[in-house]
């Protein structure tokens, strides 16, 4: 994790470092850590935790206007693309699901209130 941690931000001052334009940079991540979820018992776990994610965008100029909370991952790139491209992408409903190991395709959807809203920083 610390060298993992290491390089990307050596990435991310080597984009910002380089003189062009300033870039759009989007670091990801697709869940939370889960060491407090109980994979034969969602209903005893703290799926906030584990549908946690990171989402970390550096948005140049006025980029962060059409961030919003509760923005999920199906709606990052339709914002950045509306946005900086002019393209007409419809928002899609923000909805986070959860799913077992055991069950992949028996998707349950995680209420909104048990996801942690987005930052909106610079």
């Given amino acids: ?47 906030t935790e584990r549908v946690s994610i990171l989402n970390a965008l550096h948005l140049p100029g006025d980029g962060n206007a059409d961030v919003y909370e509760g923005m999920t991952p199906v709606n990052t790139f339709r914002v950045i693309l509306n946005h900086y491209f002019r393209t007409e992408f419809e928002l899609l409903r923000d909805s986070t699901y959860f799913s077992t190991f055991a069950k992949p395709y028996a998707l349950t959807e995680v209420p909104a209130e048990a996801t942690w809203p987005v930052a909106n920083g610079g």
Avoid: C
Wanted: net charge negative.
């Fill in 1 to 47: 994790l610390r060298y993992l941690n290491t390089r990307v931000i050596e990435a991310i001052n080597g984009l910002l470092s380089q003189g062009r334009a300033d870039p759009i940079i989007i670091v990801q991540g697709d869940h939370g850590p889960g060491a407090m979820l109980k994979w034969s018992n969602p209903e005893d776990s703290n799926l």
